[in-house]
């Protein structure tokens, strides 16, 4: 188990018992040492001093899991880090409208670029919510437990999915335009090929990005990729 964030090791000490082994990431250099130093137990608790987002994850077991209290303003770069090296579950408090936007389903207010980039290679799972009062001091915000477990199928490859993120934000960002006018914008092609496109994909040009699927975003994507390629004649 990979603990993002042990801090002072109250959750390190929880998982210890239950576990195989942990390895208690924590950048902070004086929590390192007073963990380095802790009593654990069983002698299964392996302190590593280091930002999260530096380390190399390889020599990790291959059954390894990932767990965390993490700092909010890196949410969304420990998820897309956690989902590219593929552990085999990844367990996160976050801040609960973070989580909201994850596990939202398409047409909903919090559905988003976030939605989709998680969506299509994990299957991910809003747990339960954690009040402000757990907290010593008490934060502002709400906060919550998600999960996230990597497909075995992922819907693209891991190799493909920093270009497809790219292409679902740029539609999000222009999420009160139509599908129709997005991909204009993007594949440069006009507007008669790129509505014959979109009736091949069986998607209305008048539709907005919230309201697709992952897997319709998927299949918009690698026309995508192919029109501005140049596969597709203008």
Not at 38 to 64: C, E, K, S, Y
Not at 65 to 81: A, D, F, Q, S
Not at 148 to 166: I, K, M, S, T, Y
Request: proline content about 8%; overall charge positive.
């Amino acid at each position: 188990m990979v603990e993002i964030g042990a801090g002072n090791g109250s959750l390190t000490r929880v998982l210890a018992p239950r576990v195989g082994r942990v390895v208690a990431v924590e950048k902070d250099r004086e929590l390192a040492e007073r963990l380095q130093a802790a009593d654990f137990g069983l002698g299964n608790v392996q302190v590593v001093m280091g930002d999260i987002l530096r380390l190399d994850w390889t020599p990790f077991h291959p059954r390894w899991k990932v767990i965390g209290n993490i700092p909010y303003y890196i949410t969304t770069p420990i998820i897309e880090l956690a989902l590219r090296v593929r552990p085999a579950c990844i367990v996160l408090l976050v801040q609960e409208e973070v989580a909201d936007r994850i596990v939202s389903p398409p047409g909903s207010k919090a559905y988003g670029a976030l939605s989709v980039g998680a969506q299509v290679v994990a299957q991910v799972e809003k747990l339960f919510v954690v009040k402000a009062g757990a907290f010593l001091p008490p934060p502002k915000v709400t906060s919550a437990v998600i999960r996230l477990r990597p497909r075995d199928a992922p819907l693209v490859e891991a190799v493909l999915v920093p270009g497809f993120r790219a292409f679902v934000v740029a539609c999000f960002s222009r999420r009160r335009k139509q599908l129709g006018h997005i991909l204009r914008a993007i594949t440069g092609l006009d507007a008669p090929a790129v509505d014959r496109a979109l009736r091949d994909l069986q998607l209305e040009p008048r539709a907005r990005p919230e309201t697709l699927a992952p897997e319709r975003f998927v299949a918009l994507w690698r026309w995508a990729r192919l029109a501005s390629e140049g596969g597709i004649v203008k």
